[in-house]
């Protein structure tokens, strides 16, 4: 993501060392605590009476939480969003899914609360709490000229496969990705390149997984990826894909489904 510096006069007061603290929704506060502390938040401030005002830290960041609007439900996933740069954005995800893991027994993958999947060399993931507000945390060096996809060269089932990358590693909604791959493969599958057929069945096996497809219906797109033979350089190209199927598989099998 590209730096954005704000030109400021000489002798302003301003200074380039601000903190800047989220203040979200909060619709369960011993959900929100219990899910934090998880986490390895600690609480600096807890007041219930006579207004709810709730102060979390962890590392070097701090999360304030206020009462959620009325109405709110946090399955809807409509809360607040953090946005939250770092160094090392693996580094990260491995901290909270240790951290599940050492809690919970499991990691929470699906549903509210969760964190999303991570692949190797991705620069982002998601962290959705108790209350439908969601932390995306990024890698600080993320390209300026990231690829976020919708190439006019593209068309076919390639340009579906991006339309899916899209949606599922930087809108972060597996659900839309998956119907998006659905009508994709459906359309463009039978003539597509054999490579990209592959990538969009073990795509659909990854997204279906995660959430929540009839298990026969995966079964049977993996036996149909499975029967599809690839050149050596093919089996190169489609490696992300498939290395998520494996991957998807053991994440969902620790019980994170």
């Given amino acids: 993501m590209a730096d954005v510096k704000a030109e400021s006069g000489e002798g302003a007061g301003v200074r380039a060392n601000e903190a800047v603290v989220p203040v979200l929704g909060c619709v369960d506060a011993d959900a929100t605590v219990d ?9 600096e401030h807890d007041q219930r009476r006579p207004y709810f005002y709730l102060a979390l830290a962890w590392s070097g960041f701090q999360m304030h ?17 953090a946005l939250v740069m770092v ?23 699906r549903g509210v609360p969760r964190i999303t999947r991570f692949r190797p060399g991705a620069s982002r993931f998601t962290l959705v709490d108790p209350n439908g507000n969601s ?20 068309e076919g089932l390639a340009r579906s496969l991006d339309e899916v990358r899209i949606l599922r590693e930087y809108k972060i909604d597996d659900a839309h990705a998956y119907r998006r791959a659905k009508s994709g493969f459906k ?64 994440w969902f099998a620790e019980g994170g489904g």
């Fill in 187 to 250: 359309r463009h599958g039978a003539d597509a390149p054999v490579v990209e057929r592959a990538r969009m069945l073990a795509v659909l096996v990854e997204l279906g997984t995660a959430v929540g497809e009839d298990p026969g219906v995966i079964r049977a797109r993996l036996d149909e990826l499975d029967g599809i033979e690839l050149t050596e350089d093919e089996r190169a190209e489609a490696a992300g894909d498939l290395d998520a199927v494996e991957e998807t598989r053991r």
């Fill in 65 to 81: 939480f206020v009462d959620a609007p009325k109405g709110t439900d946090p399955e809807k996933e409509e809360g607040g969003i």
């Fill in 87 to 109: 160094d090392d954005v693996a580094a990260y995800h491995a901290a909270f899914v240790a951290a599940m893991r050492a809690d919970r027994g499991k990691v929470l993958a």
């Fill in 135 to 154: 932390l995306l945390f990024i890698q600080r060096d993320e390209s300026a000229d990231l690829d976020y996809g919708g190439s006019p060269e593209l």
């Fill in 35 to 43: 899910f934090y502390r998880m986490l390895g938040f600690g609480v």
